[in-house]
């Protein structure tokens, strides 16, 4: 860099440089006002007071250097630049000091993006680097601090747009005044902590918010019904994995921008709210592992954007709704281990998600943050969060959590564990773009439908614990991309087809199945009968029962002779007609009796 005095930026980022920094090369540079060396492999100790005397400096990154030690804390210095931007995410900060955040940090009063970020920094979070700071963007995810959210000492409120503060260790309840002391906040992160406590009334207050995240807590009681009624704003609300309770939404909630729901495993009671009806952007709906009940209500696939329903592990009974087949952009549904009953809807086909390859545009769900940062400053804060929408599917026995390109092209349907009856719909087979699909432990009947060859982005089958009957068609053997199948504990018959894709899978695939043979079951087809069992609970006749025989004998006799009686007694017209028909037929016959006995008289005893 010798010679280069008057050099203003300096961007050496997304490349594989490795070795030291040399910090002889900042001291000649008294006209540079951008660093970036960020995205390398940078390795050695870095002293950050090297850029002391940078008095033009307004942006320095480091970040994302994994082998870089970062010291800032020694020796002592003081600098003469006022940053506005400066990231030292993921690069061992203080890793020599103890871990402790940069002190000089608070001389810094036109600081508006600060990245500390997955630096194991320890101790508790200072008030100053909230409330003296001109900070609007705040990251200090993936550290190691304790305790609990700073109140202002000084009753101001803080400038921060953006807070990330996520998987740390804070455990105290929030403040109950966190709507006063962060009235700018667009984005809270805090998931990952140990937060205990309620969620405080004060968040309706705050009424900028778009994207509030607070899942795996331990957060109790109930949601507040300030923060669904006033923050209009809402793009994301996450409460994941707390113990919350209660509605998950009131009835009045105003959602009207809400694009993902996600309020899986608590302890939520009640109904879907109708309240979601006003959420028409509404595009993941996650309610997994509460205590929900009653039936779904068909208003929900009204919502023309859904892309991912997954309502799994709850109390949900009654049938299907067909007006699930309404929503053409279904990726994901879950509506495992519940009490659903009836059929599998025929019309899923109608479902073109999952019949044709259709990405989900990530950019027309995008959180859209806004910020009012300076005009020279370079770097832009939407870079600092990749607003990915994700969501979790179970799948091969194991919840993956899906984000970015896989999110976008996950498709799957998972009916497990319920009480669904009848044949397996054959319009499944049209489904060429399924990825995963799980109708076991079910009541389902008939046979395994020969149009499940066409499924042939299927990765994972289950058709386990169910009552299907006939032979397994060998054109399953052609689903190359299957990395798991069963059809365990039904009533199929006959030679397993094992072969091509097939000969992948053990035998635990095909256990339970009393009539199945060959390979790599170890019963030999000879030893079974040429032709299936009779399946006597389809083709057995309901009269074959002696009980039942006779009983319909009896209920036909007594129904014949109380209609007849019955009639009469109602009707004296024909009651008349009645007895003068067997008063003639009685006379008619006694008069061919005695005809006849005077025929035998004459005849036979002369």
């Not at 091969?396 to 009848?422: C, H």
Request: aromatic share 10%; proline share 5%; net charge neutral.
């Amino acid at each position: 860099m010798e010679g280069m005095y008057n050099l203003q930026e300096l961007s050496l980022s997304d490349n594989r440089f490795t070795g030291k920094i040399p910090s002889f090369i900042f001291n000649n540079l008294t006209k540079i006002n951008s660093i970036d060396l960020s995205n390398n492999q940078f390795m050695g100790v870095f002293s950050f007071s090297c850029f002391a005397n940078l008095s033009r400096l307004s942006i320095v990154d480091l970040s994302n250097n994994m082998p870089l030690v970062v010291e800032t804390q020694h020796p002592h210095w003081v600098p003469t630049f006022q940053l506005n931007y400066l990231s030292l995410e993921n690069c061992n900060l203080n890793q020599l000091s103890n871990r402790t955040i940069p002190s000089f940090i608070s001389t810094q009063l036109n600081l508006y993006n600060l990245n500390l970020g997955h630096n194991s920094l320890k101790g508790t979070i200072p008030s100053w680097l909230l409330y003296n700071t001109s900070c609007q963007a705040l990251l200090l995810s993936g550290n190691l601090f304790e305790g609990s959210i700073p109140q202002s000492t000084r009753n101001t409120t803080t400038s921060v747009v953006f807070l990330d503060i996520s998987d740390n260790n804070l455990s105290e309840p929030l403040p109950t005044n966190i709507g006063t002391l962060f009235p700018q906040l667009n984005y809270f992160n805090l998931s990952k902590n140990i937060l205990q406590g309620r969620i405080p009334s004060s968040m309706g207050e705050i009424k900028h918010l778009k994207i509030l995240d607070l899942s795996s807590n331990n957060l109790s009681g109930e949601m507040p019904h300030q923060l669904s009624k006033n923050c209009t704003q809402l793009v994301y609300l996450n409460v994941s994995n707390n113990r919350l309770q209660g509605n998950v939404l009131p009835i009045d909630a105003i959602l009207t921008r809400l694009q993902y729901l996600l309020v899986s495993n608590n302890n939520f009671t009640g109904i879907i709210p109708s309240s979601l009806l006003n959420s028409t952007d509404l595009v993941i709906l996650d309610m997994q592992k509460n205590t929900l009940s009653d039936t779904i209500p068909s208003w929900l696939f009204s919502l023309p954007k859904l892309v991912s329903i997954l309502l799994g592990h709850n109390f949900f009974r009654g049938h299907i709704p067909i007006q699930l087949c309404q929503l053409s952009n279904l990726h994901t549904l879950d509506l495992s281990n519940n009490y659903f009953s009836g059929n599998i809807p025929s019309c899923l086909n109608n479902i073109s998600s999952w019949k044709k390859t259709e990405q989900i545009q990530i950019s027309d769900v995008q959180f859209n943050l806004t910020f009012s940062l300076p005009s020279f400053t370079t770097k832009d804060i939407t870079n600092l969060y990749d607003p990915r929408p994700s969501t979790s599917f179970t799948t091969k026995g194991i919840t993956y959590f899906y984000e970015g390109l896989p999110f976008s092209l996950m498709t799957g349907i998972d009916l497990s564990m319920n009480q669904l009856e009848g044949d397996i719909p054959f319009q499944i087979g049209d489904l060429g773009e399924l990825r995963s699909l799980n109708f076991s432990n079910n009541l389902l009947t008939g046979r395994l439908p020969q149009s499940f060859q066409n499924l042939k982005s299927l990765e994972s089958l289950d058709l386990s614990h169910n009552k299907l009957v006939g032979r397994i068609p060998y054109e399953l053997s052609q689903l190359d991309s299957l990395g798991a199948f069963s059809v365990a504990y039904n009533n199929l018959f006959g030679k397993i087809p094992f072969e091509k894709h097939l000969t992948t899978f053990g035998k635990d695939s095909y256990e339970g199945n009393q009539d199945l043979c060959g390979p790599p079951l170890e019963r030999n087809c000879s030893k079974i009968p040429s032709q299936p069992p009779r399946d006597e609970g389809k083709n057995s006749k309901v009269l074959d029962n002696p009980v039942i025989f006779y009983s319909f004998v009896a209920m036909s006799y007594a129904l014949g002779f109380w209609g007849v009686i019955g009639f009469l007694i109602l009707n004296k017209n024909w009651r008349h007609k009645y007895f003068r028909a067997m008063d003639a037929y009685i006379d008619r016959s006694t008069k061919k009796l005695s005809e006849f006995h005077s025929y035998l008289k004459n005849c036979c005893f002369k």
